[in-house]
């Protein structure tokens, strides 16, 4: 794939790369890093549970977003063009993306459902660390994805998750 330019589809022409940059989209990869904010404001809700205890409303109320959910609903100035690169996006860059964000959310899905539970205060703040401290690296893992670094095994195991979570509530 040219790194240059990515074409949006067969019958248009590629998208010019000063658009892409503009908008913050990787060229190579054709992905967006403003994604991630989806799950780094997660986060620092999850950091500061303990000492904003409202913060748990948030939490609870969080609901995991596709890269395509978060663009449609967004009003990021250049989300068409963010849509249309990502719909032809290099295929290993959106797979890898992929499977890290259903990494992390499981993650938030499962600490969100433990959130719900009547749990000591102490308990819901080690949660609310583990949680942040396991989402920590796998935003870092998707924003090298999105950035066009290429990583193997870039995905937690699917039960990572709900084991630390478990963990957790049998203390």
Known sequence: MNVHALPIDESVSPIDPARLAEANINPATGLASDYLNHFNEAIMMLDLLSSMPDCIDDLIEWQPMSYREHFLTSSQKHRELVLAAYGSAEPEARRQLDEIVDAMNATMIATRSALELNISPEVLTALAREAASN???????????INGLTLSNTAAPTSAPQAAVDALLER
């Open 135 to 145: 989402l920590k690296p796998l935003v870092a893992r998707a924003g090298a994805v």
